[in-house]
DNA sequence: GATGAATGAGGCTTCATTCAT
DNA sequence: GATGAATGAAGCCTCATTCAT
């Protein structure tokens, strides 16, 4: 038996990217992240047939990555606000803590090189934070919309909220509550 | 007294760039924009010193265009809400009619490439519009808050907005308004 | 107006090309043969969208240029072997007297790179070689061959006879001389 | 007494090799005709020190074969005609039956990674063959001309009619000895 | 011996930018 | 001023070869 080909290498390269493109958008060479993962620019094909193949499945395992921030702890027999305030406590804490994960998930997101099915991929997964979030429609001011309008606004409330956490640490427990509580506003009946 | 023609030029390289970045991204390369403005490839280095410059003067005009949209009507002695429903109306408006300068904004806003002092610059400009913003703060749900986290708020929750709008224009009207409500609700007053 | 295209560079180009492939096979590097046309290696792509463009006007251009070298002086009202003997000489000159186009022409030849478009408009062209084939074919021995069947049994035995003359280029009239009684035995009714 | 595993293994790729370099050309990379053997990329250079080894060896492998199926049934004792009528029809039968051993050969034969030591060690070898020919020669219309004119021209006259062949299967009956009597009447006496 | 992961040199191609015309 | 041909650095990717297992 050969070297087996570490799956090591492979989340190494992974995170590089993850870093490189934070800092660089996706138009990062994949020389630099080579360099970053610290493997050979060849070592990187071996690995992920292309660019666009290793951004996809970057985009695809960000998501996975949030999701599984979302499951633990999930207070499935809480009510509905204690939910959904898990959901956006578990994104929010995501994002504060994996700075370089966030802005490399922006980047892609936006990027014309993720595939639809990519995207596909990235939303499914995770039931209860989809069942959270239906009932949250169903029963509140956006009643009539799609799920992913539910689901997008969270995402671009608490995109918002991290950006003045980052700007200012010192309040940032207080942008994360009231953040919540703009959202909830915005999308809970009454 | 016309315009004299190299002002034409130089809009028309920068209509090309809206179009051509919203399509391919700010990798979009300058032989293509060139192309689209139906401009020769040198050319364009005469109007913008290299591509950043470019980049980050398309970033700078589009955000004055979006201003310019705010701008016309504004009821300087309407309610709060009424003032800061024509943001959000003008905002929407805006972004629906010009497409590509939505996408192309997106695509800018994101990138690396657009300095500080160019976002700076995005910024001001359209006082009446600011204050209505800081009064909605300092009156509203997000007291304490910086102003940035309004308008980045709104222009959030816009997007979002927009987004559905374009999936499903039957319903665009609807979605405008129901995203307006649910940016008051998160933002005004109780 | 700018520098122009000029023609002699693309000519440069393609010259430096039947260099190079005649020494190294297709499998010669761009790089090479920019090197060899004095020509910086972005400036072939100007020239030629890629490689495979480059190989394929090359072998069209090299059929295009035998096919030149063969109508000079061309028998038109002479008897069926001045003519076919005309063509003999003519190519087997041609070769001899540009051994690099040769060797570039029959390394592209067996090139899987050469597309089928690009043989059939290599063979079109000179209307009073291919009747003169033809009558040799249909009042020959060959009857009932294709024509291609005679024209390829000519080049191909001309080729053989070009290497016996520069293998031993003293008796390279007398090889040329014999090669052509070969084939007229070969081809030629009795 | 099996013949050693080692033995099967190096054969698989030169099978493979046949096959790979008859459809991709010399650029087939060692991987590809790896794959094509079911045998390690690694395990190939155990058999080969390099790829231009391996083609080499190939090339020599091949005019072997060729001159085995020559082998089998030669009339030794029969008429100049009869023993060179079973040379071209050996060759034409085993190009035939062997398409990929046919095209690996020719690619391989305008191959400049193949050195003249192993062009040298490909000719030699079947005595009663090369005979017929020196006799052919001496005898015929070719006298004077060296050896490898005669076979080279047999080669190249059967390449012809294979390629013919090969587009009409329905005449190649007909192809092979019409072939066959154009090569006698440009080589043999009168 | 066999394997295939790892490598980095080298190949093809794109692109921002310069500059002769 | 305008043009677009020219450039070479840099990007993505392939491949022969090595070597740890």
New interface residues.
């Given amino acids: 038996m ?1 070297r087996p080909k570490t799956g090591d290498k492979r989340a190494a390269i992974l995170r590089a990217a993850t870093e490189t493109i934070a ?5 990062a060479s994949t020389a630099s992240i080579a360099k970053a993962a610290a493997v050979a620019e060849g070592s990187l094909f071996r690995y992920f047939p292309d660019k666009d193949k290793l951004l996809n499945e970057l985009y695809v395992e960000l998501k996975l990555d949030v999701r599984h921030a979302m499951i633990a702890g999930f207070p499935v027999a809480g009510s509905l606000r204690k939910r959904v305030q898990h959901i956006w406590n578990a994104y929010v804490t995501w994002g504060m803590e994996s700075p370089a994960k966030r802005k490399a998930m ?2 892609l997101a ?3 090189r993720i595939t639809g099915q990519s995207r596909q991929e990235g939303q499914g997964g995770f039931e209860d934070a989809t069942g959270a979030m239906q009932q949250l429609i169903t029963q509140g ?2 009643s ?3 799920l ?2 539910a689901s ?2 969270l995402l ?2 608490a ?3 991290m ?2 956490m980052a ?2 640490p010192a309040k940032a427990e ?2 994360r509550t ?1 953040g919540f ?3 909830w ?3 809970a009946k009454k």
Avoid at 23 to 27: F, I, P, W
């Fill in positions: 050969p800092e660089d958008g996706v138009g922006v980047q936006v990027s014309e001011k956006l009539g919309l799609p992913s309008f997008d606004l671009a409330m995109e918002t909220t950006t003045s700007t200012n207080r942008y009231t509580e703009a959202f506003s915005a999308a």
